[in-house]
């Protein structure tokens, strides 16, 4: 089955505390992204990856890292959590040239 | 900044009518335009998409285009009590490297 996978999909951590959510994709797709959704704010993108070792910042980098070192896998670094980053976050995967945009489940970080 | 603008809502309708979404956009330069549709903690899910002017039909959904108004639509016809859920328009980056996302209209239809 095709199919965006995140990991974990909630967790609850304190300020300053390094953290990792992992994103795998199984569709070979060149693109992929992470975002960010917050009420009012809507969905809005972190950092993108156009191939292997390729990433660069999208809207709102700030306190997040990434990176790209296989084609499946694109993890979420958030080196020191502070209680603004508590949101819904998605990672999406789409082939170069493709229309679909495939989004993860969805992880609910909460930094306390 | 890019913007996508939509309605918040919520749109309420009955079961049966039509609902429509509107959304506008800042970059004359877009080309692709998208409409996600999200239930409540879910992740969103893409239901049309559109890149000519004039109107693109999918079974129940009809997705219109006006480049000229910067200004694309979502008609929902025959609407379901499954179709309550928040609409996403997106507008793809001249770069293709990212969507940019409106807001989200929150649909709500009653049976």
């Known amino acids: 089955e095709a199919q965006v996978t995140q990991n974990p999909r909630y967790l609850i951590t304190v300020t300053g505390k390094k953290l990792t959510v992992t994103c795998s994709q199984n569709?070979?797709?060149?693109?992929m992204s992470w975002y960010r959704q917050d009420p009012g704010l809507g969905l809005r993108q972190i950092y993108y990856?156009?191939?292997?070792?390729?990433?660069d910042k999208g809207d709102v980098p700030e306190g997040y890292k990434v990176s790209r070192k296989e084609k499946r896998n694109f993890p979420l670094i958030l080196e020191s959590p502070s209680p603004n980053q508590t949101s819904l976050y998605f990672c999406?995967?789409?082939?170069?040239?493709?229309?679909?945009?495939?989004f993860g489940p969805g992880t609910r970080l909460l930094v306390l | 900044q890019k913007e996508v603008e939509q309605n918040s809502g919520p749109l309420s309708v009955p079961e049966g009518a039509i609902a429509s979404l509107n959304c506008t956009y800042s970059?004359?330069?877009?080309?692709?335009f998208f409409w996600y549709r999200q239930y409540s903690g879910k992740s969103p899910e893409l239901i049309m998409s559109?890149?000519?002017?004039g109107d693109k039909e999918d079974g129940r959904f009809t997705a219109q285009l006006n480049k000229a108004s910067q200004y694309v639509s979502l008609l929902i016809r025959d609407s379901q009590p499954s179709d309550s859920a928040t609409y996403l328009c997106?507008?793809?980056?001249?770069?293709?490297?990212?969507?940019?996302f409106g807001k989200g209209t929150t649909l709500s239809v009653s049976s």
């Open positions: 999406a995967s789409r082939r170069a040239g493709g229309e679909t945009q495939y």
């Open positions: 569709m070979n797709h060149e693109y």
């Open positions: 990856s156009m191939n292997v070792e390729v990433t």
């Open positions: 970059d004359r330069g877009s080309q692709s």
């Open positions: 559109i890149y000519s002017n």
């Open positions: 997106a507008v793809d980056n001249q770069a293709g490297t990212a969507l940019i």
